[in-house]
């Protein structure tokens, strides 16, 4: 059983840089594949980023590309998202999750939430 604790959301500007956490309380985060999802009320929910369990594998959304970066510190059990040059529709509730992952030729290309998901920290952008 795990319980996944996300932090760091707030309000900030158009071009403003927000970094989330994810506190993973329970035991051997270090065996699951991690990753960050969004939402918008009346929207899907959709992946952001994700990460491999020793984070030397990383998926990104394609229009995230370049401005997000996810990282992990087994150590610590806590997941990250560097989040630069925020823009409004990136405006969501942020969630943190295991995740089953795809791969191709090595390569993550496909990520989607599992068991376990926290309750979500809010990132606000304003234009």
């Known amino acids: 059983q795990l319980e996944l604790v996300e932090s760091g959301g707030g309000l900030v500007e158009a071009g403003g840089s927000l970094r989330l956490s994810c506190l993973v309380r329970g035991r051997h985060f270090q065996m699951y594949h991690m990753g960050w999802f969004r939402q918008d009320p009346g929207k899907e929910l959709e992946a952001v980023s994700c990460?491999?369990?020793?984070?030397?594998?990383?998926y990104y959304r394609d229009s995230l590309k370049g401005r997000f970066t996810i990282s992990r510190d087994n150590t610590k059990n806590t997941l990250y998202l560097q989040m630069d040059n925020l823009k409004p529709e990136d405006t969501a509730m942020y969630y943190c999750a295991t995740v089953r992952t795809q791969e191709t030729l090595g390569v993550i290309d496909r990520c989607e939430a599992a068991t376990y998901r926290g309750q979500g920290t809010q990132v606000t952008v304003s234009s």
């Open positions: 990460i491999s369990l020793s984070g030397d594998k990383t």
